[in-house]
């Protein structure tokens, strides 16, 4: 065993602050209240239902997780947030058309106590959004301060020691870095004057991050992935994490990727298609924010397939990434996907791929997950990118100069080797030295 990084223990309650509760937010308050009544179980979430192996296979050391590392209770989260509609999440539930109405109704006392804060927002960057519960103010400065006077205020109300933020509001449009995010002090001049190239989102994070909270990013936007952010979390001691959970189409393509080059069988063309209709669906249906989610998808096949380390397998495959806005079909998405791949002698073959899949049933587990686990970074002293949080992640954020890893087998390894890392443990390599003397 190596030495164990001194870990604060996980007293009193855990505030989670969540800007966007929509589908996913929603269903994860919902979710959480089901689980701690006894309705249902914690499915899908590493935190609450993973087991981890500790050193070598004969020992039999196998813990949950839950028990391995420290992190807080579920009963012990208070979950709060903002919206730019003023619906308590009862309604939003209910608009949300997720949940079946026997599962919404009883926790509605729990949901109706979820009442938003009034939201940081400019439909500039969110084209197909019109709030009406948003925050006044003259400069981006001024509705920053209003979103730190929130953290502090539902901090006494409910006697919290520490918070988490993860956001899931809705998509931004596609922003690219600018000199304004290239330091705090350009930032802070920016908030001042009102830069067009801070977004709703940047407003969020720097607000959590001048709190000292950490700060996870649910969706494709730019948000922390910036210079600016980094510093102030390196600065301040934060973890962050993101971008974009890691659901659906693309948890697919991270399963079955590995698998086909694992096997060195090649790939001609993926050819990837949704239909979907809410509001995610209507909010990806803009153009500019359609781009910021299309770049995160896209990214994944070119790092995990390798084409210049695999030129004769993968050079020049044909990816295609579509989302369609379809209403009828609710929550309830139906994404295909088509491969066109090749064997032995070059001989082609197909896999087709239908998932009746639903997003915001897939993302709430990863809610849960990134609370409790960027909470547990910040009591171990972990602070800026969490790479190894990249299992949650479409487009997973990375240090300056490295390239993401998306392999979701690979992801998993990293967290779990993390884990026993915290704890003093030897990572598992699986290295086979029964073999040898
Ligand atoms: N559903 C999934 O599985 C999934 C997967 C990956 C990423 N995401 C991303 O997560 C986010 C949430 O998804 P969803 O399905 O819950 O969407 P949603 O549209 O149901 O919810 C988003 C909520 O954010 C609110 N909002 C928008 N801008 C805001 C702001 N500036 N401040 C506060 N609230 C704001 C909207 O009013 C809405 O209620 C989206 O960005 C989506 O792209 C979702």
Known sequence: MSNSIEIQEPKGKLGVLIPGLGAIGTTFVAGVESILRGYSLPYGSLTQMGTIRLGKRTENRVPAIKDFVPISDMKDLVIGGWDIFPDNGYEAAKKAGVLKESDIERVKDRLEQLKPMKGVFDNKYVKKLHGTWIKEGKTKMDLAEQLMDDIRNFKEKNNVDRIVMVWCASTEIFLKQDPVHQSIDAFEKGLRENNDAIPN??????????????????????????PVMMDLAKENGIPIAGKDFKTGQTLMKTILAPGLKARLIGLNGWFSTNILGNRDGEVLDDPESFKTKE??????????????????????????????????????????????????????????????????????????????????????????????????????????????????????????NTLRHMKGEEPITHLGLEYYD
């Open 201 to 226: 989102s940047m407003i969020y994070a720097y607000a959590a991050l001048k709190s000292g909270i950490p700060f996870a990013n649910g969706a494709p936007n730019l948000t922390v992935d910036v």
């Open 295 to 416: 770049e995160s998808k896209l990214s994944v096949l070119e790092y995990i397939l390798q084409p210049d380390k695999y030129p004769d397998l993968y050079k020049d495959f044909y990816h295609k990434v579509r989302i369609n806005y379809y209403p009828p079909r609710g929550d309830n998405k139906e994404g295909w996907d088509n491969l066109d791949i090749f064997g032995w002698m070059g001989y082609q073959m197909q896999i087709k791929v239908d998932f009746l899949c639903r997003d915001s049933i897939l993302a709430p587990p990863i809610v849960l997950d990134l609370i409790l686990f960027m909470d547990l970074a910040k009591r171990a002293g972990m602070s800026g990118i969490q790479e190894w949080l990249s299992f949650y992640f479409k487009s997973p954020m990375t240090a300056p100069g490295l390239y993401p890893e998306h392999d979701l087998f690979i992801q998993l390894m990293k967290l779990k």
